[in-house]
């Protein structure tokens, strides 16, 4: 089946600019998240929805970068006022949720940058 | 706070021969501990998980990985190495406590040689 989709798959956009990432989740995967990797590390985890809520957003970096879920499937992340530091590849991923520890199946990115 | 530890940025074995990635982890309560695979340009692919039960865990491509509670770690290995197993891997944990976000660790480049 289709796994998770993300658009667009690079964006270039000049420092001070509003940009919008949008992910397209599984089907019939409750659970969504965001993550930023930087070149060179490891993915850093940016916030979490269950259904339309985030039920953990610990890891935005600030007030800058907001996410939304309006309808508990597509999820865009908003960066407000970018910055040089925003530059990174921005990953979502959708998992089932329940009891179990399942497993987060990751799309492949939205490299960002900011010139 | 949980934290996941990669201590080797490359490690480079011979086609066929058996290959190791280490990762040790910390994480209040009980871990769930995943490896992710990233090839250039692609995203994170799930390669396996240990969620409770038996230490040994096998995964996609031939790999499994061996949980060790004593040690936190949990090594990924594999019995043949092949050519295409190169590429960049990641251990990641989170704990049972309901937070879902996984720690990742830096990631490891294994290099398989013909």
């Known amino acids: 089946g289709a796994g998770v989709s993300q658009t667009p798959s690079n964006k270039v956009t000049e420092k001070g600019k509003y940009v919008e990432l949008r992910c397209d989740p599984i089907?019939?995967?409750?659970?969504l998240y965001w993550y930023r990797q930087s070149l060179g590390q490891g993915p850093e985890f940016l916030i979490y929805?269950?259904?339309?809520?985030?039920?953990?957003d610990s890891g935005l970096p600030n007030d800058r970068f907001f996410a939304v879920r309006p309808e508990g499937s597509v999820s865009t992340l908003k960066i407000q006022r970018t910055e040089r530091g925003d530059s990174a590849v921005y990953l979502c991923?959708?998992?089932?949720?329940?009891?179990?520890?399942?497993?987060?199946?990751f799309g492949p990115g939205t490299r960002l940058t900011v010139t | 706070a949980q934290s996941v530890a990669q201590p080797e940025d490359q490690v480079n074995v011979a086609e066929g021969n058996p290959l190791t990635v280490k990762c040790t982890y910390s994480?209040?309560?009980?871990?769930?501990l995943f490896w992710y695979v990233q090839y250039p340009n692609r995203g994170l692919q799930f390669l396996l998980k240990?969620?409770?039960?038996?230490?040994l865990v096998k995964g996609s491509y031939g790999f499994e990985a061996e949980f060790n509670k004593s040690q936190t770690s949990f090594h990924l290995k594999k019995p043949s190495a092949l050519v295409s197993d190169s590429a960049l891997y990641f251990c990641?944990?989170?704990?049972?406590?309901?937070?879902?976000?996984?720690?990742f660790g830096s990631g490891t480049r294994l290099q398989v040689q013909p």
């Open positions: 990641a944990v989170r704990d049972d406590t309901g937070r879902r976000a996984l720690t």
């Open positions: 991923a959708s998992s089932l949720t329940g009891s179990e520890g399942y497993e987060q199946y």
């Open positions: 240990y969620i409770t039960g038996d230490n």
């Open positions: 994480v209040s309560g009980n871990p769930y």
């Open positions: 929805f269950q259904g339309t809520g985030a039920a953990d």
């Open positions: 089907s019939g995967h409750t659970a």
